[in-house]
């Protein structure tokens, strides 16, 4: 065993596998000591052994040993650009609204669009108004007990909408197609969507409003 085990140990039990900055990282550390071990040395040295993975400058995640847990991509996400949510298929995949499985974990947040790529996936975040950043957002806990935010489904297909380039929707029965055929979405959980979240959504973006307005009406429609 390495001198620097207990160090590791040290590591997760002060931070978990929440992302930690640069300076918090040297701040856990003891100033340089008899063998001329700096902060920085240490925290390269466990970058080299796999206990530090870093996420962007300036960010890193302290990765738990085997068996002894594991560590939230959707956390990391809010970590890496904050302001941010998790949303979009991300987020439609997990509630079981579309079926696919999806590696890219995406997110919304208020500064300019962007990706990042690290050990731990690919992460985009793409931009949206201020006013509408707040609509039809929770808080989710994940297994090692932290929280992270995150759209709830309603929010995640506004997103998905108003995002996409190339959609044009001008019926409700394109809208339903669109859901149906191009998402294959399950109209089950569709049809006892949050409402009020849509048309939120839809009053505070200039894109894609038409689009959500027919997204409310579809939905209205089959509950008829």
Partial sequence: MSIFDPMATSLIKQFGTVPVNMHALKSA??????????????????QRNGTLVRLRRDLYLCLPEEGEGTYSRELIANHLLHPSYVSYETVLSRAGVIPERVALLKSSCMKRSKVFDNATGRYEYIQV??????????????????FYLTATPEKALCDLIVSSA?????????MRSYLEEYLRADWDMISEMNLSIIRAC???????????????????????
């Fill in 29 to 46: 550390f003891k100033p340089r000591n008899k063998e001329g071990w700096s902060p920085m040395s240490k925290i390269a040295f466990l």
């Fill in 129 to 146: 108004p201020e006013a509408y950043f707040p609509i039809g957002l929770t808080r989710q806990k994940t297994e090692e007990g932290y």
């Fill in 166 to 174: 190339n959609l044009r929707i001008q019926s409700m029965k394109t």
């Fill in 202 to 224: 839809a009053e505070k973006t200039n894109k894609k409003k038409n689009e959500l307005n027919f997204l409310e009406r579809t939905i209205c429609r089959e509950r008829v």
